[in-house]
């Protein structure tokens, strides 16, 4: 984690605490530093910008991390569904592939 670049990002979000993308940047800076503080920017994207396909793959590993794999699930067929919907294939692949590997973990 870059700690000037999430000033930058956290200036950025009190111009514009709507936007997607400063949000899940916030999101992926915190994530290896503080789990619990990225799932708030994760939950805030998956709550409020529902079409935003990036988000889905991130958000599912986190709650893996977490041992909420019903959660994790949810999240990985929502993702998917978005991805199909937006057409944004990059996102479908990699979310497939990833929940794929999920359910036979699951197994």
Request: hydrophobic content about 40%; aromatic content about 14%; glycine content about 4%.
């Amino acid at each position: 984690m870059n700690i000037e670049r999430v000033k930058k990002l956290e200036e950025f979000m009190k111009e514009d605490p709507g936007d997607p993308f400063v949000i899940y940047a916030l999101a992926t800076e915190w994530f290896d530093i503080d789990i619990h503080k990225s799932k708030v920017y994760f939950d805030m994207l998956l709550h409020d910008h529902t079409d935003y396909a990036g988000t889905y793959y991130h958000a599912a590993r986190l709650y893996l991390l977490l041992n909420d794999a019903a959660r994790a699930k949810e999240i990985f067929e929502k993702g998917i569904a978005v991805a199909k919907e937006t057409g944004d294939m990059h996102a479908m692949s990699e979310l497939q592939t990833a929940y794929n590997a999920f359910l036979y973990d699951e197994e």
